[in-house]
């Protein structure tokens, strides 16, 4: 069955193609420092550990969490198994972190495997915690911004084989029943995966409820009742449950899929009794500089009355009956609608001609990221492609750099312009099923950060859409729309690829601001246009200048590499091995 392609729908109002640039502002960024008394429980990679997807899971990890419910307060673990808590109500009068919990041994005196303590704010009183060697501790915190003394009870606490980080988590209530959803990563050994790195990427979710047992909800004891696990070959961008537990989100470069259930292997379906080889292309398509036909192979005995046909100018849905569509998705480009038109030819194929909106540019691709069709080059195309890349076997190369110029040259390239060879997919899963729904193809969207916006909803996500950094909020009760655009930061996505020591990207929750974070020392704050104060006249243009946008630049007091970074509408966070910066950055 053919996985329905969406599309990212830019909100063109959000916008701003008028933007110039940031302008560099000198003013001063008040900065707090507290010492800690106990350095962050950093946990280093070992040799085993060498692939990308361990620097992407380990090595990158954001060891500062922010409370989505209560703002300016933040956690982390220490080396002494700590989970320690500021909260800042006054810049100037900083306490120290408050003890939240403790593991009751070390964690680092474990012998094997050991990982970073991960840490997951599930809801407006519950906590999960992992001490990286392969226990689930679920807390249950009170309301943590009125009873901030209060220490964490632990209400469950199981092993769960080999050690994982938490990457997201979320509780519902139902009938007295309390559900919390847990998403658990690990990076495990592969010995099928001969031609790889050797490793696979795991994502288990599982339900833990208190179901179990008589009388009310609080004495009832927790357990898991559920575990789903999917596997892939990449290190995920972005992950997290659906509200309620009905469905799942994943953005990765290489796709996921769920394998077990219970530990049981996950039985695969019968293919659909659609009359196509799998083995063979769905499709065939040729194009011009004015149009694209597409050729659709049709089960036997099809009519005019079977097919179900609907086009759009950026999307085509071709299906016959009541049988999953043939092809449905965002088209590569714009099409004219009303000039395109659909015939049956022989009783065996469907022609479809869509008129391309721009003459000229050329299609790789009919509906992105589907890949079961066949394209067909005509004489003259061929002939024009061997003489674009005669130069590639000429004897000289670049004989005559004036007349015969290669059409790019890579190392003219600048780096915002190189993307991942893989192509990054964002897929949605239903929770009963287990089965995707929406497929995007991300292409050239680089990922950037993930943000929680809203602590009721999913975090979002921002990604580069040409040079700006556009923000999406999964919305999974919409039908058509599941992801909506609800912030740009300006020309951020050309700027962040500049910055080669970048290790963490954020944004304010109210839209305010965007920020970027070195390995050492060096914050970027990216403000959003504000009015100035004063007349500014840009001479190039010969026009008024109504807005400016502001960078600003923080420079730490350490040497430590920076371990955490989160941000609130007021406040950026830093944390290093044994300091916590507070920058003011708004009043």
Not at 47 to 53: P, V
Not at 218 to 232: C, I
Not at 496 to 516: G, I, V
Request: proline fraction near 6%; glycine fraction near 6%.
């Amino acid at each position: 069955m053919a996985i329905p392609n969406c599309s990212l729908k830019v909100n063109r109002e959000l916008l701003d193609p008028g933007f110039e640039s940031y302008r560099l502002s000198l003013d001063s960024i008040p900065t707090y420092n507290v010492e800690l008394d106990a350095a962050v429980a950093e946990v280093k990679l070992k040799d085993s550990q060498y692939t990308l997807d361990h620097v992407r899971a380990f090595g990158m990890y954001n060891y500062l969490h922010i409370d989505p419910w209560y703002e300016d307060s933040v956690y982390f673990v220490d080396s002494k198994g700590r989970v320690l808590n500021l909260t800042v109500t006054l810049d100037t009068a900083l306490g120290k972190p408050c003890e939240m919990f403790r593991f009751e041994s070390d964690p680092s005196s474990c012998e094997g495997e050991q990982l970073c303590a991960s840490l997951s704010l599930t809801s407006a009183t519950w906590a999960t915690l992992s001490d990286g060697t392969g226990k689930l501790t679920l807390l249950r915190t009170s309301k943590r911004g009125e009873s901030s003394h209060i220490k964490w009870e632990p209400m469950f606490s199981e092993r769960l084989g080999e050690p994982f980080i938490i990457v997201h988590s979320l509780a519902h209530v139902l009938s007295h029943v309390y559900t919390i959803e847990v998403l658990l990563l690990r990076v495990q050994k592969d010995p099928s995966d001969t031609k790889g790195s050797g490793f696979s990427i795991s994502l288990e979710w599982i339900t833990v409820d208190n179901s179990a047992g008589q009388g009310e909800s609080e004495e009832r004891k927790y357990g898991v009742r559920k575990s789903r696990m999917m596997k892939g070959k990449s290190v995920p961008h972005y992950t997290a449950v659906e509200p309620r537990g009905k469905g799942i989100i994943v953005a990765s470069e290489k796709p996921f899929a769920f394998t077990e259930v219970d530990g049981l292997p996950l039985e695969e379906p019968p293919a659909e009794d659609m009359e196509v080889e799998n083995s063979d292309p769905i499709y065939f398509w040729q194009q011009t500089e004015e149009d694209v036909t597409v050729c659709v192979r049709l089960p036997e005995g099809t009519t005019k009355d079977d097919i179900r046909f609907k086009l759009t100018v950026d999307c085509l849905r071709v299906g016959v009956g009541d049988h999953a569509p043939l092809l449905n998705g965002q088209l590569f480009a714009p099409v004219d609608p009303e000039a395109s038109t659909w015939t049956i030819k022989d009783d065996k194929s469907l022609e479809v001609s869509l008129q391309k909106r721009s003459e000229g540019p050329l299609w790789s691709e009919v509906v992105l990221g589907d890949r079961r069709g066949e394209y067909l080059m005509s004489d003259e195309q061929k002939s024009q492609l061997q003489q674009r890349l005669s130069y590639l076997t000429a004897e000289d190369l670049n004989p005559n750099p004036e007349k015969d110029k290669p059409p790019c040259n890579a190392q003219e390239m600048e780096d915002c312009d190189m993307f991942p060879e893989d192509s990054s997919t964002l897929m949605r899963f239903d929770g009963a099923t287990l089965k995707p729904t929406h497929v995007v193809s991300l292409g050239s969207h680089q990922f950037l950060f993930s943000v929680h916006i809203d602590p009721s909803e999913m975090p979002a996500f921002c990604l580069r859409h040409d040079v700006d950094a556009l923000l999406w909020q999964p919305r999974p009760n919409q039908d058509n729309d599941i992801w909506e655009h609800i912030s740009t930061f300006n020309a951020l996505g050309y700027v962040q690829a500049s910055k080669r020591d970048k290790k963490f990207a954020t944004c304010a929750p109210n839209f305010s601001y965007a920020a970027l974070c070195e390995c050492l020392r060096r914050v970027f704050i990216y403000r959003q246009p504000t009015p100035v104060d004063t007349v500014l006249f840009n001479r190039k243009q010969g026009r008024q200048v109504g807005q400016v946008a502001k960078q600003q630049v923080a420079n730490l007091d350490t040497n430590d590499p920076v371990l955490g970074f989160r941000a609130t509408n007021e406040r950026l966070f830093v944390l290093t091995a044994n300091n916590l910066f507070v920058l003011k950055v708004n009043n």
